[in-house]
């Protein structure tokens, strides 16, 4: 992860004005934090509480801080916290007083991020889908109705914070905190208003009174700074998205040392907190040492100098000469002199252990005799319920309490119908189709793409017949459908303008015959179902196993919309656990009631492999033995492929001096540009 100097452009005024006196003062200037009126240079780095457990947060902290971090950041998830309006929830993996008071204890700072609109590969970027549903609202701009929630919930959550005693100005570990996020990115898309809103927003923030700086993250330079990887339970993850979250971060999705990187950031960190003083009050200078090169050196009297030399040239090294010596700098690369003399440091050259993930095959659940099944039913025209003429959309109906949406008609061709085919548009993430409760075909689209196609020969006869498709959104979106809506200022995609404008779900339905076209898109009665039967009846808790007719496991299993039941023993030791679902292709899976999450191995990467095919099993979810695991297959998978396997890393010294594969564009030191007192 890159180096994170003072990119943080602030733009609210701190009031720091009451400050108790157990209390710490935090202010800042154009060149860095200062707590206590000391200068800190501080290293952060982001763990998302909801994504791992209580139960990992201690040594995930613990983790960090040996590598060298200062401040923990977090994101506040709005719509984990706030399920309903005015109904809040703080429990388990959402105790956010929790999280910081373990931070503290390790003694770490904290940094904030309310947001409330996060993105972060979350579903609906951190909304709660309620908003979407609130009279004349319209997300991120100068709206009342909006303006109204957001400041409520950034209310309740500064005031929980306030009444813990958590701000530094109360003696606690916040020191920062965000409100909203990457705005820059769109404002420009509300014009007038944008610009209003980002005031407005400053001045509500200043206004509740934290006693610590409030900060805009608005920097373009810098990515976002993860530490920890993580999962995504449940159903939190944003479109296309699977449960593994960050798992290439130094501290991995299963809180293991992802090495070298890990010990890499550490040596650097300690490398630049040794010079801190120099950086933090030094003389800067920056001048050109090459066409690619460049040095950034402080000077200090009393502290002496520290130089930063950059080879910008992605294939070469570079000798250079810099104050009487002579340098080889690995491409694309930096190299740390903290006496101006010596390189102690290149972000190339890793010395760090490097470390190697083992999967160890724990339980193979590869016998027929320990699965049972129950196929969900397939709905039709007669047993659903709201009927209208037009096809309507797909999160007003499901209100994010199932990805699943029936749209069900009946048909009957006017005339003979020869080599029928069933062509649907889509604006969801998948389709299947079904005529008289048989599956005829399915689709689905990728991250990439904001819609696509079903187009499926279909069996008919010249009576009536039943077509039931299967809508499904795996995550809800991030941003707007369409870059057009908001041209010409729709800068970044991925930022959220417009997003309760969004649709989803199917937009034009058709049947093409040989002798005829028919368009079932409007003047023909639609039936909706939310949600599977299975969903309904909560069959993934065991009290509810019974509420369903399992059956033993047949050869024709492997149908859609098939759910599947076992047991097994958790692996002994402590290794963290996952399921191998190689064998299956997407839905959800249950361990003891709780979701791991949505899998989806059929989706397949650029490269043309699985997109995940491990998934985090948290030991907290887990017993000794008589684990229960309920897996929902909604295309077609064989759970005789499914295996528990425990995870692990072994570690290796690396003597010699490597080139590096670990740092990657991304992971670039940010040399602090233009920072003048
Ligand atoms: C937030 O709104 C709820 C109603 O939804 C209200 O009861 C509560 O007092 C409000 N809280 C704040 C801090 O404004
Ligand atoms: C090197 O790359 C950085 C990051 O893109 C850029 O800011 C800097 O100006 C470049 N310097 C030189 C000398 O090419
Ligand atoms: C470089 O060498 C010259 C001549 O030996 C000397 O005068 C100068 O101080 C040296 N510069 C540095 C930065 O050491
Ligand atoms: C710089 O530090 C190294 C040890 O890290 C030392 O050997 C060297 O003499 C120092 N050079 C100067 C000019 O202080
Ligand atoms: C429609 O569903 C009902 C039960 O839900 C079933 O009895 C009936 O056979 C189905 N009709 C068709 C044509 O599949
Ligand atoms: C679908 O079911 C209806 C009602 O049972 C029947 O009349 C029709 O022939 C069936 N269509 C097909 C394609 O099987
Ligand atoms: C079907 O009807 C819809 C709504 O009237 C229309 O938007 C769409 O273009 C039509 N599709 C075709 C293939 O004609
Ligand atoms: C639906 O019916 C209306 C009114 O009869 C007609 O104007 C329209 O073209 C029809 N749409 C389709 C898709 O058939
Ligand atoms: C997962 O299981 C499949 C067999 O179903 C196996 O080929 C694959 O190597 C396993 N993956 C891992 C990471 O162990
Ligand atoms: C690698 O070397 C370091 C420092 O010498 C040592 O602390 C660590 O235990 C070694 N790691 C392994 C896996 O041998
Ligand atoms: C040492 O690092 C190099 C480059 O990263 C790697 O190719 C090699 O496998 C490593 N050797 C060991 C023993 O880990």
Redesign the pocket.
Known sequence: MEVRWWVWVVVVVAVAAAVESRGSEVTYDGRSLIIDGQRRLLFSGSIHYPRSTPEMWPSLIAKAKEGGLDVIQTYVFWNLHEPQPGQYDFSGRRDLVKFIKEIHAQGLYVCLRIGPYIESEWTYGGFPFWLHDIPGISYRTDNEPFKFYMQNFTTKIVNLMKSEGLYASQGGPIILSQIENEYQNIEAAFGDKGRSYVQWAAKMAVGLQTGVPWVMCKQTDAPDPVYHGGTNFGRTASAYVTTSYYDQAPIDEYGLLRQPKWGHLKELHTVIKASSKTLLEGQQSNFALGQLQEAYVFQDETEGCVAFLVNNDTNNVATIEFQNGSYDLPPRSISILPNCSNEVFNTAKVTAESGKRI?K?NVALNSAERWKAFSDPIPNFSDTSLETGALLEHMSLTKDKSDYLWFTIRFQPDSSCTKPVLNILSFAHAAHAFVNGTYAGGAHGNHDVKNFMLETPIPLDSGMNYISILSVMAGLPIEENDDTVCLPYCINKDSGAFLERRFAGLRQVGITCEEQSYNLTANYSWGYQVGLKGEELQIYKEENLGSAIWSELEPTAGQPLTWYQTTFDSPTGDDPVAL?L??MGKGEAWVNGQSIGRYWVSLLTAQGKPSQ??YHVPRSFLKTSDNLLVVLEEITGDPL?V?V?AISTTYTNNSSNNVDTVTSEKEFIIIPKGIQK
């Open positions: 999967t095959l191998n190689s064998a095919t491990l492929g295996s396997d």
